[in-house]
């Protein structure tokens, strides 16, 4: 995974009161530093073509408070949304949205077994290995957000693949 969140354990103390040990960390988001994406879409700039959307990079976190602006669900009942604001006409929102519900198709096409080329579609819109290395380390950390989901982040880059990433949590 290119980026991780950083951060250190702080011990809170108020009023001379104990309060607990937290974890104080840098936000997700798209920076030359984090997510390592193009430039993050500005609303300010308005609508944007198919073709505009190749410039700009796009952060989604899966989630079931569903408590975003930009957001979407799959056939299958997984709660995308985006990290940022999107463009009021739409044509990122139902670009995006088409991308992830055609991966999201394929893949159960390939596991019903009623497509022969059901993942090997998929994976022509998502990056496998960045699949893999997120379930890795959520296996090794025991961490099971990606069950219910909770702050599961997926980013993709211009037009290009669908990957996973960063880890949160």
């Known amino acids: 995974i290119p980026w991780n969140v950083r951060g250190q354990f702080v011990e809170v103390v108020y009023n001379g009161v104990h309060i607990g040990n937290y974890y104080l ?5 798209i920076d030359s530093k984090r997510v390592p994406v193009q430039k993050e879409y500005e609303k300010d700039k308005g609508a944007v073509t198919k073709e505009q959307m190749a410039g700009y990079g796009y952060l989604l976190e899966v989630d079931d408070n569903f408590d975003e602006a ?14 940022d604001d999107v463009d009021d006409a739409g044509v990122i929102l139902s670009n995006i949205k088409s991308k992830v519900q055609g991966i999201e198709d394929n893949l159960y096409k390939g596991y019903k077994g009623t497509s022969s080329t059901g993942y090997a579609d998929a994976y022509n819109d998502l990056d496998l290995p960045s699949v893999v290395d997120q379930l890795l380390i959520y296996e090794m950390s025991m961490n099971t957000e990606f069950r219910h989901p909770k702050s599961v982040y997926m980013y993709m880059d211009g037009l290009g693949k669908l ?6 949590d």
């Open 163 to 168: 990957k996973a990433g960063p880890v949160w």
């Open 25 to 29: 960390c840098e936000q997700i988001k």
């Open 70 to 83: 930009g957001k979407f669900m799959t056939k299958h009942h997984l709660p995308f949304m985006f990290k």
